[in-house]
């Protein structure tokens, strides 16, 4: 399976999709409690699958139960 740019999510768009800032996604990405996915760096920009996404929110959701 192949990640190209134009399928990845980039960093600001992954904290509005979630209503938090940036720097909160880097303390997720770091937290192993909160067990956020890791992001594809590309140039020192960080990007995330969508897959991986909706699988963390999905899992969420099933912990929220």
Do not use: C, Q
């Amino acid at each position: 399976m192949s990640n190209s740019p134009a399928k990845l999510v980039p960093k600001r768009a992954v904290a509005d999709a979630f209503g938090v800032s940036t720097k909160t996604i880097d303390r997720w990405i770091h937290n192993p409690v909160v067990a956020f996915p890791k992001p594809i760096t590309i140039n020192t920009r960080s990007y995330w699958p969508p897959e991986a996404l909706d699988a963390f929110r999905a899992e969420r959701r099933e912990a929220a139960k």
